[in-house]
């Protein structure tokens, strides 16, 4: 089993930043992919930003060149940093974690962009 504990968040202006964090514990393995889904009132939770325990990242058409993921294999955490956050931005963000075909999410962090 994993746990995944979620901060950060909030209410932030439109054009501003924000910084996501999650730290997970229980079993981990070395070889495993985190990453944070959102989803916003009334739609489909959707993924925005993965990172393999390799460093690789995958992001979404809608936050590129904006929130950047990062991670420390030693402390099991990762990381969401969001930039010039646009009102369509607003919704739950989840951590998720994935290794050997089980998923694992967090219980989500409200981030609310006002224009």
């Known amino acids: 089993q994993v746990q995944l504990v979620e901060s950060g968040g909030g209410l932030v202006q439109a054009g501003g930043s924000l910084r996501l964090s999650c730290a997970a514990s229980?079993?981990?393995?070395?070889?495993?992919?985190m990453g944070w889904y959102r989803q916003a009132p009334g739609k489909q939770r959707e993924l925005v930003a993965t990172i393999t325990s390799g460093g690789t990242t995958n992001y979404a058409d809608s936050v590129k060149g904006r929130f950047i993921i990062s991670r420390d294999n030693a402390k099991n955490t990762v990381n969401l940093q969001m930039n010039s956050l646009k009102s369509e931005d607003k919704a739950v963000y989840y951590c998720?974690?994935?290794?050997?075909?089980?998923?694992?999410w967090g219980q989500g962090a409200q981030v609310t962009v006002s224009s």
């Open positions: 229980g079993r981990i393995f070395s070889i495993n992919v």
């Open positions: 998720w974690h994935t290794q050997r075909f089980y998923v694992y």
